[in-house]
């Protein structure tokens, strides 16, 4: 059983939809972060979110972190095939020794 | 920017091989990492270094062993590789130890045991 579980597992979506990956857990997390991985390479940081009920914004990428902080969500308006890829939440717990890998997302936004 | 290279991006072994995996990252990074990515299951942390010499166990140590002789470099070790041990394997750095560091990660190495 993983720490933090992501869902869904795969989306596949017609550009111009929106889209909502959620990841949670019932630990609570000091920070957490998504990454965004394309094939062939490793995982790039998007955000970092670090207060309860904190919300990031990136153009069209919206980030939210749980009030409770055990759970966060990603929000994509309007997708582009450019969004195509694997998204991934990690976490921190407050004895940070490690980070914590959702099981991912996988995306296809379909021109 | 920071770069993190891996030393094969493919690798094809056979079963009972010893097989090195080697990570070298460029900006003076504390903190290695190394992960395994399977299908439906994410990244497993199987070990990571906070300082030379250093290692600590991740989540999935076995059959995997570790060394970091030098700052910049951090190898993984397959004793003996299984089937089992096919995977896509990834190396990160950070630069410090807490939890909102970014973590950047090499292009991986795609490890196949016959």
């Known amino acids: 059983t993983q720490l933090l579980e992501q869902s869904p597992q795969f989306l596949s979506i017609q550009e111009g939809e929106n889209l909502t990956v959620y990841c949670n857990s019932s630990?609570?997390?000091?920070?957490l972060q998504w990454y965004r991985q394309e094939p062939g390479e490793g995982p790039v940081l998007l955000v970092t979110?670090?207060?309860?009920?904190e919300v990031k914004k990136l153009k069209r990428l919206t980030f939210q972190f749980g009030d409770a902080r055990k759970d966060s969500s990603l929000h994509i308006t309007a997708a582009q095939p450019g969004d195509t890829g694997l998204y991934l939440c990690?976490?921190?717990?407050?004895?940070?020794?490690?980070?914590?890998f959702g099981s991912g997302t996988k995306l296809n936004v379909k021109p | 920017d920071v770069k993190v290279t891996q030393s094969s991006r493919y690798l094809v072994k056979r079963t009972g091989e010893k097989v090195f995996l080697e990570c070298v990252q460029d900006?003076?990074?504390?903190?290695m990492f190394w992960y395994r990515q399977d299908p439906g299951l994410g990244l497993r942390l199987i070990y990571f270094?906070?300082?030379?010499?250093?290692?600590e166990k991740g989540d999935i140590p076995e059959g995997y062993s570790v060394s970091r002789e030098k700052k910049e470099r951090f190898s993984l070790i397959l004793e003996s590789a299984s089937t089992n041990q096919t995977s896509m394997y990834l190396c990160?750095?950070?630069?410090?130890?807490?939890?909102?560091?970014?973590?950047?990660f090499g292009p991986g190495t795609r490890l196949t045991v016959l």
């Open positions: 990160a750095s950070t630069l410090g130890g807490g939890g909102t560091d970014t973590q950047y």
């Open positions: 630990s609570v997390f000091s920070s």
């Open positions: 979110v670090v207060t309860g009920g």
């Open positions: 990690a976490g921190a717990l407050y004895n940070f020794n490690k980070f914590y």
């Open positions: 900006m003076d990074h504390e903190n």
């Open positions: 270094s906070y300082d030379v010499k250093m290692k």
